[in-house]
Each structure stands twice: as structure tokens, then as C-alpha cells.
């Protein structure tokens, strides 16, 4: 089968695209998918550039992504959830076990995957897993009651864009912070309340928790006394004060959970947005697209 290899840690150049084999029969627990997408990720970059081989098991070569959306073709023999035939989505966690999504067929344990969202298309799927997840868990980790407020950094981004939609369906009041004016109508549809633009104006300490997506570890000066934030950028994570509870959210692989983000695209209080759709061999491309920033929406790598 055609895979998108890293060949060494480097730039995007290392990234090319090869014959492997193919995974053959899944194992008992597992199934296999034939991808329809893969969607590129900032993990992915930084995995590239080799900036997580401190921490990770696997080396190069290998197969890149987290994120893929495509048709189970074989399910192992104490799989019952899924069918030859069905539509699914699932998160894999590359970087600890190896099993990268830009591949035209990926092998995964079945209590990961879940089905795809019907009403939108199926490589569009592809951009839930892993922004959706890191911000369904982010919130869980924030954990603020009905009516609190919270401030979204980032909230235009793949992780903020979908935290924004899924903090107002817990009844939080939400403020999104943006990097330029020309996004307010953007985070606005999305369901914010207020809007922040840029860095350097965050109201002080007036909001009940703060979710971190861009970096941005000053933002904690708008938590009020004893508030809580979570940040899912582990390089700059705020330093606690005024009591403020800080915790940092690593995404976990999580069936059931995707499947309840997947339910919420079908029901229509979820939307998910895709930037541009390219081939296996664009993979550099994508790579130098979302490292220049301005992307919005998924960039989706399609066999
Ligand atoms: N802990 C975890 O398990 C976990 C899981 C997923 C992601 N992450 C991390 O979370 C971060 C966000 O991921 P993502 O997938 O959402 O990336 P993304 O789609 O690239 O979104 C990041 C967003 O942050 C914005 N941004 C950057 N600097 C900003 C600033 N100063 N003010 C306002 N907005 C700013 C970017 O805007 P521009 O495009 O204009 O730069 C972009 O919209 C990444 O660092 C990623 O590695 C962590």
C-alpha cells in the first residue's frame, strides 16, 4: 500500500510517499480501515522535526498521523461494534504506539474507533478526532459549572474552534480570544459570546476558567481569584497564582467519546471545518501550510 514515510526527523522534505506493506488481517480486538482521510496536525510537525523522540518509543521510519476518517474492509474475530462496510473515525496515538494514519489502510484496536458522522462527508470527518477530543477532554479536565465563564485562547483554531462550540453546549458563557479582528465573525459563529482580539487586552480576572490552545500563558491574567485553567500546550503552560488551579490536558484515545463528538456533528451543534483537502504526496505542503499559520479549518491528506 502508499504511505506517507518519514524517512528522518527533519523538515517537511522528509516526508515522502512510499510502498509498505499492507496489514494483512487485523488482530482479534482490532479492525482495519481503508482511509478515505488523514488530517494533519500540529503533533505531526513536531514529531517531524523530531521534538517528541525524547518521549516516544517509535523512531523513523515511519508512518505519520493521528487523525483518520475511511471504511472498516476486515474486523478481528471478538470485534462486535463494527461491520466490513461501515463509516468510522478514529484518534490514534501515533507518537506512543507507531500506528500513523497517512497510510492507505491503518490497523487499530476497535475501542478506539467510532462511527463516522453521517451528515457531513467522510474525509471531512476526518478533522474530529483529534481537536475534537483534546477539547471534550479539556473541558471535562476544566470542569466549570453550568453558567460559568470561561475564555477560549486560540478559538479559532482546530482545538479552540471546536472547545467554543462544545463549551456553549455545557451552558458556558464563552469568551474567544483571537489573533486578528478578521476572525471575530468567524469565532462568533461559532458560538462565542465575547470576543478578544489579540494579546495584549485580556480582561483582568473576571473569568471563571481559562482554556489554553495558542501559547499563550499570560492569559491566565484574566482567571478570577480561585479559578481553574487548563492548557493543552505543555511547552508554555501557565504559572499558577491568586489560588488559581493550573492543570495541563494530554489527549487519550477514546471510542466512546469520539462517538458522542460524532453525534453532536449529527445533530447539528457541531460543525467542523475543513481548510483544503490534498493528496498523500502534497503531505510536505500541508506540513509547511500549517506551520506558516493563518490556516483555517482542517488540512486533510487524502490517499
Ligand atoms: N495536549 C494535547 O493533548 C494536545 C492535543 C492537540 C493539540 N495540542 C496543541 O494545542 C495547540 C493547538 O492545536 P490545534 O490543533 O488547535 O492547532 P491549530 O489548528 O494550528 O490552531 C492554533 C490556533 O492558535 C492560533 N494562535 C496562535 N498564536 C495566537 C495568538 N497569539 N493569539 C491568538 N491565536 C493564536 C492560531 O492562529 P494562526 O493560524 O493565525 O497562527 C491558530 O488558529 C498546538 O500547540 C498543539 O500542539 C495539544
Given amino acids: 500500500m502508499r504511505a506517507v514515510v518519514l524517512t528522518t526527523y527533519g523538515g517537511p522534505e522528509r516526508l515522502s510517499v512510499s510502498e509498505v506493506p499492507e496489514p494483512a488481517v487485523p488482530d482479534p480486538d482490532g479492525v482495519l480501515i481503508r482511509t478515505a482521510a488523514a488530517a494533519v496536525n500540529p ?107 470561561v475564555l477560549v485562547t486560540g478559538a479559532v483554531g482546530s482545538v479552540g474552534g471546536l472547545a467554543v462550540q462544545l463549551a456553549r453546549l455545557r451552558g458556558l458563557t464563552v469568551v474567544a480570544q483571537v489573533r ?26 473576571c473569568v471563571d ?16 481569584d480561585d479559578g481553574r485553567a487548563v492548557s493543552v500546550v505543555p511547552t508554555r503552560v501557565p504559572a499558577a497564582e491568586r489560588g488559581i ?20 456533528v449529527d445533530d447539528g451543534s457541531l460543525r467542523l471545518r475543513t481548510a483544503k483537502e490534498l493528496g498523500f504526496e502534497d503531505a510536505p505542503r500541508a506540513h509547511r501550510l500549517l506551520a506558516a499559520g493563518g490556516v483555517r479549518g482542517k488540512l486533510l491528506l487524502l490517499p
Avoid at 71 to 100: H, I, L, N
Avoid at 183 to 205: I, M, T, W, Y
Fill in 43 to 149: 503533533v505531526d510537525l513536531q514529531t517531524r522535526a523530531g521534538l517528541h523522540a525524547g518521549r516516544s518509543a517509535v523512531r523513523p521510519p515511519m508512518i505519520l498521523g493521528w487523525d483518520v476518517a475511511g471504511t472498516v474492509t476486515a474486523v478481528g474475530e471478538d470485534v462486535t461494534g463494527f461491520r466490513v462496510g461501515d463509516q468510522v473515525v478514529a484518534m490514534s496515538a501515533q507518537m506512543a504506539t507507531g500506528r500513523g494514519t497517512y497510510a492507505e489502510t491503518v490497523a487499530l484496536p476497535a475501542d478506539i474507533v467510532a462511527p463516522a458522522p453521517a451528515t457531513v462527508s467522510l474525509t471531512s470527518a476526518a478533522g474530529l478526532p483529534l481537536a475534537g477530543l483534546t477539547a471534550r477532554q479539556a473541558l471535562d479536565a476544566l470542569a466549570l459549572p453550568e453558567g460559568a465563564t
Fill in 245 to 264: 488551579h493550573v492543570a495541563v490536558s494530554y489527549v487519550e484515545q477514546d471510542g466512546p467519546g469520539l462517538s458522542a463528538l460524532g453525534s453532536l
Fill in 180 to 205: 486578528s479582528a478578521r476572525d471575530e465573525d468567524e469565532v462568533r459563529a461559532l458560538g462565542a459570546d465575547r470576543v478578544v482580539v489579540d494579546e495584549a487586552h485580556f480582561p483582568a480576572a
Fill in 209 to 224: 476558567g481559562l482554556l489554553e490552545t495558542a501559547g499563550l500563558p499570560q492569559a491566565i491574567g484574566a482567571v478570577r
